[in-house]
């Protein structure tokens, strides 16, 4: 047994800030490339981890698109993307959601539903789609009853499950108590491969690079190949798409250096006006007086003067203060 993986592919007909005109054909390019791996590879299937379009409505030209180039002699199953729905349960998907609707009434996408297990030569293998509106369902969704009854069990969840702490909110791989063996991840747009005890978390990144940071810019999209057979258990191998274009092709290098030197500046700009402040909050009217008189050359007496009043102003007020106790 052996299927092709594949997750948010985020298609859509606008272009991301950074990204060339020829954006959807690009992407467009590598999904036909997917197919290709997975004719190639005489694979059983393809999985989607979520996140197949950019958002809950897509353009029509858009569904066409992903839609004619579906082989509908592969089987392809689909977990729901945060990006694919409005809804919060599985009936709710195809009312908010036309572009997994159409995919899904057409037969060209199957959108899970439940837990199902496929029986080769093989083995009994177990498979679950963790939807992104389950999240909800907490640690319940990294745990199989009766794991004995099958010979492997795999899961695919749409959640921002990560191998290293990140600065927003994730499920770190190392936390999460599960016994299946192979858990495949989305949402979450770059690759990682890391082992917890016996299970094997693995995300090869989002097929389409949608932002200027360099983790994301200058990877190369690819694919997993899972693999099963009786002697060697399950084996993942990660496949780079040729397809893909050379990110100083994809990206409008010029447009990403222009944004930052002006982000430079807003850097300066903002350190130069919280100096000012700290400044401000630290004010002194000895000082300041001191200044002036040095800049203008003010008579000594003056500031003699000036500096009296001051104290004298002082020493009133705190002795208000004192009696307002």
């Known amino acids: 047994m052996q299927f ?4 948010d592919t985020h298609f859509t007909h606008a272009i991301p800030k950074y990204r060339t005109t020829k954006f959807l054909p690009q992407i467009l390019k590598k999904w036909d490339e997917v197919f290709e791996i997975a004719r190639k590879e005489r694979v059983d299937f393809i999985m989607h981890g979520g996140d197949i379009f950019h958002n809950n409505e897509p353009n029509t030209y858009v569904v066409n698109e992903v839609m004619k180039r579906v082989d509908k002699d592969i089987p392809f199953y689909l977990a729901v993307g ?28 199957k959108v899970v ?22 999240k909800a369902l907490g ?11 099958y010979d492997s069990c795999i899961l695919v969840c749409h959640d921002t499950i990560v191998n290293e702490p990140e600065k927003f909110k994730h499920l770190l791989a190392s936390d999460i108590k599960t016994n299946f063996d192979l858990i495949l991840c989305g949402h979450y747009h770059y690759p990682f491969r890391t082992q917890v005890g016996k299970t094997l978390f ?7 690079r949608l932002t200027k940071a360099d983790r994301d810019m200058k990877r190369t999209p690819q694919v997993l190949l899972v693999s099963y057979d009786f002697e060697s258990l399950l084996q993942v191998k990660e496949i780079k798409l040729k397809s893909a274009t050379p ?24 350190e130069f006006t919280d100096s000012i402040k700290k400044k401000a909050s630290s004010f002194d009217i000895i000082e300041a007086i001191d200044y002036v008189a040095s800049e203008k050359k003010v008579e000594p007496v003056v500031v003699e003067t000036c500096k009296k009043y001051i104290n004298t102003v002082r020493e009133n007020d705190n002795g208000k203060n004192k009696n307002n106790r």
Not at 139 to 149: H, L, P
Not at 202 to 208: D, Q
């Open 202 to 208: 693995v995300n090869p990144g989002s097929m389409t």
């Open 247 to 270: 990110w100083k092709e994809a990206f409008i290098i010029d447009r990403i250096k222009e944004d930052e030197e002006d982000e430079e500046e807003l850097k300066v700009a903002e």
């Open 82 to 109: 945060n990006h694919d729905h409005k809804g919060d349960n599985y009936e709710s998907i195809f009312e908010s959601s036309p572009g997994i609707g159409i995919l899904h009434c057409g037969e060209k996408i």
């Open 139 to 149: 640690n319940a969704r990294f745990q199989i009853k009766d794991r004995e009854k």
């Open 4 to 7: 092709i993986y594949v997750t």
């Open 113 to 134: 539903k439940d837990d199902f297990n496929l029986k080769f030569e093989e083995g009994n293998i177990l498979f679950r789609t963790s939807h992104y509106y389950e």
